[in-house]
């Protein structure tokens, strides 16, 4: 199910993520769900390809994905582009790595009703790097 008020939310999430932290809030999460191991990992500032899925931690109902559009999507880590939790939680992968994170309010969207998202909510995203841009996935 797509929600374009998400999709569009999802390019814009900086503006909508508020809280300045320095500290990792409680409740945030990553599992690495299918390691990889590769020479050229991602980094602040690169522009990458995800594909995700995410859901509400209460509930597990599922707000959006990239793969139901089959089109994965696409912005420069760590510049504001997302929400924090993805600014911070999806450095380090290689291409091919899948993650899970669980993104407490303080690092997704705080205490603002956004499209299907609960003011107040807990995230959670299965993440998979599809690409770097100007890197080559290792051949092992």
């Not at 690169?46 to 899925?53: N, P, S, T």
């Not at 969207?109 to 841009?133: C, H, K, W």
Request: hydrophobic share 35%; with cysteine.
């Amino acid at each position: 199910m797509h929600f374009p008020t998400v999709s569009l939310t999802l390019a814009l999430l900086a503006s909508l993520a508020t809280t300045a932290l320095t500290e990792t809030p409680a409740g945030f999460e990553i599992k690495v769900d299918t390691p990889v191991e590769c020479s050229r990992k991602t980094q602040k500032g690169d522009k990458v390809d995800m594909h995700y899925r995410g859901r509400l931690a209460d509930t597990g109902k599922e707000f959006d994905a990239s793969y139901n559009r089959g089109k994965p999507f696409s912005f420069t880590l760590g510049s504001g582009q997302v929400i924090k939790g993805w600014d911070n939680g999806l450095q380090d992968m290689c291409i091919g790595e899948k993650r899970t994170l669980t993104i407490p309010p303080e690092w997704g969207y705080g205490q603002r009703n956004v499209g299907p998202i609960p003011a107040g909510s807990t995230l959670i995203f299965d993440t998979e790097l599809i690409g770097i841009a100007g890197v080559k996935k290792d051949e092992l």
